[in-house]
């Protein structure tokens, strides 16, 4: 099969059709003679939120800081969250939530 090389809007536009069509990646490939490796190469650039930026909306985190807790950091994908002290649990989940949202299910390694 001769492989046909596809610009980034082209890419952007596969995937999009895959995510919103429902079936598996094979299947889709298959359908759409799209070598395998390829599409999952393209899914993971542009995992890193490359595609996101049409929905994704900053989420910024203010709270008054008490006592006893700890500032943290926390990286989903390329988002990277800053709590300061007194940050609340249910604020960071959120925070958590809007960036896994933006970037997409994470894979485990």
């Known amino acids: 099969m001769k ?3 596809r610009n980034e809007e082209e890419r952007r536009r596969l995937v999009g059709k895959w995510k919103q069509g429902g079936t598996g990646i094979v299947a889709f490939c298959e ?4 070598p395998y490796r390829s599409f999952k190469r393209w899914q993971a ?4 939120c490359g ?7 900053p989420v910024v985190i203010r709270t008054a800081p008490s006592q006893g807790v700890s500032p943290c950091r926390i990286r989903v994908g390329p988002v990277v969250i800053e709590c300061d002290e007194g940050t609340s649990g249910q604020a960071v989940e ?3 939530r809007a ?3 933006a970037c997409g299910p994470m894979s485990g390694a």
Do not use: C, K
């Not at 650039?45 to 890193?48: M, N, P, T």
């Open 45 to 48: 650039e542009l995992s890193e």
């Open 94 to 96: 959120t925070a958590i």
């Open 99 to 101: 960036a896994v949202t």
């Open 31 to 34: 359908e759409h003679g799209i």
């Open 3 to 5: 492989q046909v090389r």
């Open 51 to 57: 595609d996101a930026h049409e929905d994704f909306l």
